[in-house]
């Protein structure tokens, strides 16, 4: 079977055909876009005569060189007879805004640096497999710990990647999972050619490509006793080390890096602080580079340091320790400590990736920090690509309150239509577009234009019908009201309520017969809701409904907002969450004859699978909380 084109079907240049163009630009990325404009049928407008199409790059900000800064030139103005860019990448995203349809105008991304982060494993992980939280299949960059990059085929399903995540407005990849083994390690060192290889095809469509890094490296690859950032031998092999790779790869974007987290090393070890150890690799990817401090400022390698740092071993029994507390207590306080070429990246929630999370305080403490936001493509906790959950509203929420930039876990792998769920595939099409459309809706219709190309209306309201709300109905059979968790330990795929509730993983509800939920406030609980600026959560009469139970412990009689007491509501929501799965399975039965008989198969099967999920969640979290609270449902609706 061949791949699924996703977004860039064969006829997406079509409109194009017959047209003769002009690029003003010698820039590898030009060669792209002659290529592209090739493909579709166009031809070089002969000397001296006009062209339907010109492409310039503005003078001044033109880069002679194929090493591209990030977020330099990104920019355009459609003319209405070609594109105008800002730098050799926005001819690119210019192109693909002409595919789109775009009207003439001012077109610029919200973020500079839009980066997909991949999980990837090398070998294969005994429990997390090939990719990380992956449900797409293998990696496409590697299968049992064999590049694939080395075969013709791997290397083409690699440009083919590249060349749907330009469409979609990205321009930066990490290629490999932030927790870093032992085989994955050498990526920066013997194996780091596998990561030129990868680099060379992401680079001819304007991305550039970052590297996950194990911060006991120097141990691990077996050459030093230590990986004390303060050490020497250890920013001297970091600086060699790192010199080889940008030697190897020009326009090398950096490391990523997990440390002190779940297992991972990191500069706790040595008694340093998070800052010196990300400033010695920051330090180490400049040193060849620049000779002082001073020239750090100018686009080059840098470190994403991640703030999901937290205790994952946790008494149970210990209600002062709060994980949602962790990133801020360990990063506000290094604040302004960072070099400049450290971006700290956050997860979009002070927890990690659920449904419903309030806004991670620490994407609004660090004024003087470069920061990123992380935000999860793959379903971790969203219903695993089996359920239909586009995500792209929550994500729009989170960017209109953060600047900076993005960086979005890959939800890609070898499965023939890329993300497992073909309709997955609009969650990555937004992790880009978000920063150029921040409308959730106009990027999803933008996603059907281009994958369903001349979609009958009926199809589209379909598909807006399904995917618009998904995440609200996700919700409402899931955990209730902000709670979280609630999955099943370890794969956390469906429900399991009490799953972690005795672990030592941090993520509580803390149920009992009179009420639920976890007390965050100054005044009787963890104080977390004091890491804002502002006191809305402190008070169940201030905290907006959703977020209820991740900031309070309240009977299950209280009253919401909304007038229903939180257990009627647990039921109402669960009740009509599942009932809608059940609503959205049918009305794509009835778009059979509208979309190619393969993908609807598929998505048929998945939807049937969600059904059954669903009404598992709806029934196991009603059984819980009436058996908890033995209060029956107001409607008599039948509760196990
Ligand atoms: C979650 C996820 C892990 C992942 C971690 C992270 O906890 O379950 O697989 O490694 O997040 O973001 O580092």
């Known amino acids: 079977m ?61 880069l002679s060189s194929p090493s591209i800064g990030v977020g330099d030139g990104d920019g355009f103005t459609l003319t209405g007879s070609g594109v105008e860019a800002d730098g050799p990448r926005g001819l690119i995203y210019g192109l693909f805004e002409l595919a789109r349809g775009g009207l003439p105008g001012r077109y610029e991304p919200a973020f500079t640096r839009r980066m997909i982060d991949h999980w990837d494993n090398v070998d294969v992980h005994p429990v997390m497999g090939q990719v990380e939280r992956g449900y797409s299949g293998g990696s496409i960059f590697w299968k049992d710990g064999v590049f694939l990059g080395s075969s013709p085929d791997g290397l083409k399903r690699i440009r083919t990647y590249a060349r749907l995540l330009a469409a979609a407005g990205i321009n930066a990849v990490t290629v490999n999972n932030v927790n870093v083994h032992r085989t994955e390690a050498r990526l920066l060192t013997d194996r780091r050619g596998e990561v030129a290889v990868i680099a060379d095809q992401f680079r001819r469509y304007g991305i550039v490509t ?21 050490d020497p031998r250890v920013q001297q092999w970091w600086a060699a080390t790192s010199a080889q790779l940008v030697s190897d790869i020009a326009d090398f974007g950096g490391y990523l890096v997990k440390a002190d987290s779940e297992g991972q090393p990191g500069p706790f070890t040595y008694g340093r602080s998070h800052a010196e150890g990300a400033n010695m690799l920051a330090a180490a990817l400049t040193s060849r580079l620049v000779p002082s ?85 793959t379903q971790e906790y969203t219903g695993q690509q089996r359920h239909v959950c586009y995500l792209a509203p929550m994500w729009s929420e989170v960017l209109a309150q953060v600047d900076g930039e993005m960086a979005t876990v890959a939800n890609t792998g070898d499965d023939i239509y890329w993300t497992g769920h073909p309709l997955a595939q609009a969650n990555l099409y937004a992790a880009g577009r978000l920063a ?22 009926r199809l589209r309201s379909i598909l807006h019908e399904l995917m618009d709300t998904s995440l609200l109905t996700y919700e409402q059979y899931t955990a209730p009201l902000g709670v979280g968790f609630m999955v099943r330990p370890g794969h956390h795929y469906g429900p399991d309520v009490d799953g972690y509730e005795y672990t030592p993983w941090g993520t509580y509800h803390f149920a009992d017969r009179d009420g639920v939920g976890v007390d965050r406030t100054s005044a009787t609980g963890t104080a977390f809701a004091a890491q804002y600026p502002h006191t809305w959560y402190e008070s169940p009469a201030t905290c907006p ?44 039965r009835s778009a059979a004859a509208l979309v190619d008989p393969d993908l609807h198969a598929r998505v048929a099967a998945r939807l049937d699978e969600q059904v059954r999920s669903a009404t598992e969640w709806r029934d196991q979290i009603n059984a819980y909380f009436h058996r908890k609270s033995g209060i029956p449902d107001a409607h008599g609706r039948r509760i196990h």
């Open 293 to 377: 401090l001073g020239a750090l400022r100018t686009p080059g390698p840098v470190v994403h340091w991640r703030a999901f740092v937290y205790d994952h071993r946790q008494d149970w029994r210990d209600r002062t320790t709060d994980r949602a507390r962790a990133a801020y207590d360990h990063f506000a306080p290094l604040d302004g400590l960072f070099a400049d070429n450290v971006i700290v990246q956050v997860k979009h929630g002070p927890i990690d990736f659920q449904p419903r999370e309030p806004l991670s305080p620490v994407l609004t403490a660090m004024p003087r920090t470069r920061l990123a936001v992380e935000l999860q493509a």
């Open 545 to 588: 409904d959703e977020l209820l139970l991740f900031f309070h412990h309240v009977p299950y009689t209280h009253v919401l907002h909304s007038g229903t007491t939180v257990i009627q509501h647990i039921y109402d929501t669960h009740f009509e969450g599942a009932t809608r799965v059940e609503s959205m399975r049918d009305l794509w």
């Open 436 to 457: 150029w459309n921040p409308d959730p809706i106009a990027v999803l219709d933008e996603w059907i234009d281009l994958t369903f190309p001349r979609a009958p209306s």
């Open 2 to 62: 061949t791949i699924h084109p996703a977004w860039l079907p064969p006829s997406t240049f079509h409109f194009l055909t017959g047209k003769r163009f002009l690029i003003d630009s010698d820039h590898p990325l030009a060669g792209t876009v002659r290529e592209e404009l090739l493909r579709a049928g166009c031809g070089p407008a002969a000397p001296g005569t006009s062209a339907d199409l010109t492409f310039t790059v503005v003078p001044s900000t033109t």
């Open 210 to 230: 970052h590297l996950s890094v194990n911060f006991a490296a120097p141990v691990i690859l077996g050459d030093l006793p230590t990986a004390d950032p303060l």
